[in-house]
């Protein structure tokens, strides 16, 4: 059994032939924006985009590579190495076995505000050469990396029994 369309999905029924006509009827004020019908396919989704109440979640994809972490990098590491420092390459290319493409995106929405790319290259399965928007700093110009902080926990010590708990443990109940 088909599902009915629900009242909004009649209006966008609707709406798009209206508008489709409004805009092929030489309506100067709609058409002079609309130079094809790709625009008009567009006209929704945009009027959604600008909605100011429409709820737009922080997007992040693909891997998060860090400047530190390409500084680690050094010419002549295995792929091995190289996966344990960057993680699994986003993409891998069939025809291009020895280039893994790091590739990173942040938005809000379907707006990414930060991109990034790092390539890797091998030859012999060693590392030979890195491209991209990072790449290894000299030593003069990289900051002391954070270091590790150990925090020393006390062992665990049982709270003494209560008068109940006693009591249990004297008949032979207790959960011990």
């Given at each position: 059994?088909?599902?009915?369309?629900?009242?909004?999905?009649?209006?966008?029924?609707?709406?798009?032939?209206?508008?489709?006509?409004?805009?092929?009827?030489?309506?100067?004020?709609?058409?002079?924006?609309?130079?094809?019908?790709?625009?008009?396919?567009?006209?929704?989704?945009?009027?959604i985009n600008e909605?100011?109440?429409?709820?737009?979640?922080?997007?992040?994809?693909?891997?998060?590579?860090?400047?530190?972490?390409?500084?680690?990098?050094?010419?002549?590491?295995?792929?091995?190495?190289?996966?344990?420092?960057?993680?699994?390459?986003?993409?891998?290319?069939?025809?291009?076995?020895?280039?893994?493409?790091?590739?990173?995106?942040?938005?809000?929405?379907?707006?990414?505000?930060?991109?990034?790319?790092?390539?890797?290259?091998?030859?012999d399965n060693r590392?030979?050469?890195?491209?991209?928007?990072?790449?290894?700093?000299?030593?003069?110009?990289?900051?002391?990396?954070?270091?590790?902080?150990?925090?020393?926990?006390?062992?665990?010590?049982?709270?003494?029994?209560?008068?109940?708990?006693?009591?249990?443990?004297?008949?032979?109940?207790?959960?011990?």
């Open positions: 059994m088909a599902s009915q369309p629900t009242s909004h999905m009649r209006k966008l029924l609707i709406f798009i032939p209206v508008a489709a006509t409004i805009i092929g009827s030489g309506c100067s004020t709609v058409s002079d924006g609309l130079r094809s019908l790709d625009d008009v396919t567009k006209i929704i989704p945009n009027a909605a100011p109440l429409v709820y737009r979640p922080e997007i992040q994809q693909g891997n998060i590579v860090t400047q530190e972490q390409v500084n680690e990098l050094n010419p002549g590491m295995s792929k091995r190495q190289v996966r344990f420092l960057l993680g699994s390459p986003m993409l891998t290319d069939v025809f291009h076995n020895d280039r893994w493409d790091y590739a990173y995106t942040f938005g809000e929405g379907s707006k990414p505000t930060e991109m990034r790319r790092v390539t890797v290259y091998f030859e590392l030979v050469r890195i491209t991209g928007d990072l790449r290894p700093q000299p030593e003069s110009e990289r900051t002391e990396a954070k270091k590790e902080i150990v925090v020393t926990v006390p062992d665990w010590n049982p709270p003494p029994k209560t008068l109940w708990g006693r009591a249990l443990s004297t008949v032979g109940l207790s959960d011990d």
